[in-house]
């Protein structure tokens, strides 16, 4: 089955982008402007991130590498952000077994992981933009790809991040101020 990304390409970014991960921010970025969902899959991404770094490396992994094929991803966001509890070990999916869980000992750190994604239903955009990375085998590519989507979404609001320091100078009559 051959799978291809279509990339819409008729809204302008605000930035260039480069890479795969910027092809999937720009992706993502298009499909913002035409739903008009900025604030919510940013806010997504975000709870999304926090929730990957509050996960055990174990379940982590299939975020990190870069050798797990399509449907191995598909199954272990499946995992992560599927609803209830995971169930029996030997009632999962060969992939789920084999693949992402390797152990029936590590069931627990994926029901804990499932509790940190708790909640989570993604907008159309996220749900589209994860399945793409899914799709060629790359969720490793997430933290990369919103990254690059935040920077777009901050060009496109001409936003720039700025640290602001402040000195306060006492000038003494009849002594010199240093600046």
Do not use: H
């Amino acid at each position: 089955m051959l799978c291809v990304l279509l990339i819409q390409e008729d809204i302008p970014l605000p930035a260039r982008v480069s890479g795969i991960n910027g092809q999937f921010a720009a992706a993502l970025y298009r499909d913002s402007v035409r739903s008009g969902n900025f604030a919510a899959n940013c806010e997504q991404l975000t709870t999304f991130a926090n929730a990957l770094t509050e996960i055990d490396p174990f379940v982590r992994r299939v975020f990190e590498s870069t050798s797990y094929a399509p449907e191995d991803c598909w199954e272990g966001l499946a995992l992560l952000i599927g609803e209830g509890k995971l169930g029996d070990f030997d009632s999962l999916s060969d992939i789920a077994r084999e693949v992402i869980i390797a152990d029936k000992e590590n069931m627990p750190k994926f029901e804990a992981a499932r509790k940190a994604f708790a909640g989570f239903k993604p907008t159309d955009d996220v749900g589209r933009f994860l399945g793409g990375l899914c799709e060629v085998g790359r969720l490793d590519l997430f933290t990369k790809a919103k990254n690059a989507y935040f920077n777009l979404v901050k060009a496109a609001g001409n936003g720039v991040d700025v640290k602001v320091v402040s000195a306060v100078v006492r000038v003494v009559p009849g002594e010199a101020a240093c600046a």
